[in-house]
């Protein structure tokens, strides 16, 4: 693991004064595409991202100050993305309602779109909508379906339309893929994976 000179021994994220740094947050479904979009910026770009699943909008707002302290200088930082919602508009268990109501989620947004900002100041901040459920019904025990992820994205990208913040709406993107592009009843199979990395790095390459 790389040291930074300031001796802080949580860093291992060393940013390039040659590229732009990219830091993708999110859910499984990043961690499906992000070595897709890492690959497909490597000349332009060095693109970090954690090994763990950053879950629901509670947990990125928990750990956006541990994830920040792992880079050398955060102020190189020159985007990040973040997505969450799969685990947010779920009824966990089934559950009557979803772990994170509406009003909460849209909240629990803004407050990661500032405190995004303010750890990574010169960041273009960029929210990646939440992803369809696989059209042909599947589901597991933490039931949401896609008619509750549309109005959720409908919700966050109001709430964050004015203040500064770039959509990357995968949502659009994948709204109509068949269940062939699915692995389950929600994650993508490797080829949509590329797919939808390289979709990534197109949006991301706007920021440039």
């Not at 993708?24 to 060095?46: K, N, Q, W």
């Not at 709204?175 to 197109?202: M, P």
Request: proline share 2%.
């Amino acid at each position: 693991m790389a040291h930074a000179e300031d001796g802080r021994k949580d860093v291992r994220f060393i940013c390039s004064d040659e590229k732009k740094n990219i830091f993708l947050i999110g859910d499984s479904i990043r961690m499906g595409f992000c070595d897709v979009t890492r690959e497909a910026l490597s000349d332009e770009a060095e693109v970090f991202y954690v090994d763990d699943n950053c879950r629901n909008t509670q947990y990125v707002i928990i750990n956006l100050f541990s994830w920040a302290n792992l880079f050398d200088a955060p102020e190189k930082v020159d985007i990040v993305q973040f997505n969450c919602g799969h685990w947010d508009l779920a009824h966990w268990c089934e559950y009557v309602l979803p772990l994170t109501s509406e009003t909460e989620y849209t909240r629990n947004l803004i407050m990661i779109a500032e405190m995004t900002a303010k750890l990574f100041p010169n960041a273009k901040i960029v929210f990646a909508t939440t992803t369809p459920m696989n059209p042909n019904g599947q589901l597991n025990q933490n039931v949401r379906t896609t008619a509750d992820i549309a109005r959720y994205n409908d919700a966050a990208k109001k709430a964050l339309e004015n203040r500064n913040i770039a959509i990357n709406d995968l949502f659009e993107i994948t709204k109509d893929w068949d269940a062939s592009f699915y692995a389950d009843y929600c994650h993508f199979t490797q080829e949509s994976n590329k797919i939808l990395g390289n979709s990534v790095a197109s949006e991301l390459k706007k920021y440039f």
